[in-house]
Nanobody
Framework: QVHLVESGGGSVQAGGSLRLSCSVS??????????IAWFRQTPGREREGVACIRRGGGSPFYTESAKGRFTISLNDAKNVVYLEMNSLNPADSAMYYCAGKSYDGKFSVWSPASYPYWGRGTQVTVSS
């Protein structure tokens, strides 16, 4: 059973930084075609993608809102995926979720429906 647990959220002033963590368990340790993505959601809005990384290598993916400010990384030994967020602004305030899937063919990286496994989220609040 795949299990994802987010941590690291909190309150920060505009211009500040946070590092979110997603602890991943349940995937076969030899599976390198696993994708872990970060999404975020505010009340009344659809969940939107932020960043995605593939276990086993390859360049990570970022949406436009994250490029240049956010960095996703993977500590394979610890089975943790990080999201380093810099230059935060109030528009970044949201519940942040990590999601996982095993590669089984072409899929839409930024579609929440592509991911069968989700954590419960961690709240990020950025004040002006």
């Amino acid at each position: 059973q795949v299990h994802l647990v987010e941590s690291g959220g909190g309150s920060v002033q505009a211009g500040g930084s946070l590092r979110l963590s997603c602890s991943v368990s349940g995937y076969n340790s030899n599976a390198d075609s696993v994708y872990i993505a970060w999404f975020r959601q505010t009340p009344g809005r659809e969940r939107e993608g932020v960043a995605c990384i593939r276990r086993g290598g390859g360049s990570p993916f970022y949406t436009e809102s994250a490029k240049g400010r956010f960095t996703i990384s993977l500590n394979d030994a610890k089975n943790v995926v990080y999201l380093e967020m810099n230059s935060l602004n109030p528009a970044d305030s949201a519940m942040y979720y990590c999601a996982g899937k095993s590669y089984d063919g072409k899929f839409s990286v930024w579609s929440p429906a592509s991911y069968p496994y989700w954590g419960r989220g961690t709240q990020v609040t950025v004040s002006s």
